[in-house]
């Protein structure tokens, strides 16, 4: 059956470092892939979007990878600030069908 | 900006009760989805709608129902509530599926059975 995941539940890290959060799936074959921000007690707010044909996509900070090779994608923030922190939601997406999402990785900036 | 307005944020009631949660989008969306959001689990998706008074089935749609009698407006309804139902729900809009449409959401209702 098709499977998201997040390479794991929370990550903590220091104030200025990069966040890298990964999101592997399998027995999937997404056309897209998509990166949502989610903070408590809040919905989901789409950050970025990638084709299966794109290797790298950028927004200000953001940096999503893509590599359907290794059915991987990895998402980096730059010069993590404490207002990063929140859970970010990786989503498959096929034209042909549902969006799949992942479970989430919760992401804590310390001062 | 895409509202996407859910008629409650919480929402307390009692075993067997029939729930109706609501929402709502103003940028004249065709698809609109729920989805029910437990810790670990991710979102999982109950139903969904292409169209005015069309519906589909998610992955989980066992004890709910929808309705879609106009456009903005997307129902959710538990027809006989139970303590598994117990969840965060969220409700998500987007353009017609032509690929790589984002989601936009609702705040959620956390709604609790009793």
């Known amino acids: 059956s098709q499977k998201i995941e997040q390479n794991s539940e929370a990550l903590n890290i220091q104030e200025g470092k990069t966040a890298t959060l990964t999101c592997n799936y399998t027995n999937y074959s997404p056309a897209y892939l998509q990166w949502y921000r989610q903070d408590p007690g809040r919905g989901p707010v789409f950050l970025l979007l990638?084709?299966?044909?794109?290797k790298e996509k950028r927004k200000e900070r953001l940096k999503v990878t893509f590599d359907t090779t290794l059915k991987q994608s990895l998402f980096h923030i730059t010069a993590s600030q404490p207002a990063d922190s929140a859970t970010y939601l990786c989503a498959l997406d096929s034209s042909a069908s549902k969006i799949i999402f992942g479970s989430g990785t919760r992401l804590s900036i310390r001062p | 900006d895409v509202k996407v307005t859910q008629s409650s944020r919480y929402l307390v009631k009692r075993t067997g009760e029939k729930v109706f949660l609501e929402c709502v989008q103003d940028m004249d969306h065709e698809n609109m989805f729920w989805y029910r959001q437990d810790p670990g689990l991710g979102l999982r998706l109950i139903y969904f709608s292409y169209d005015v008074k069309m519906k589909e089935k998610g992955d989980i749609p066992e004890g709910y129902s929808v309705s879609r009698e106009k456009k903005e407006r997307f129902s959710l309804i538990l027809e006989s509530a139970s303590t598994n139902q117990t969840s965060m729900y969220l409700c998500?809009?987007?353009?017609?599926?032509?690929?790589?449409?984002?989601?936009?959401f609702g705040d959620g209702t956390r709604l609790s059975i009793l």
């Open positions: 990638i084709r299966e044909n794109e």
């Open positions: 998500a809009s987007s353009p017609p599926r032509q690929g790589g449409q984002p989601q936009h």
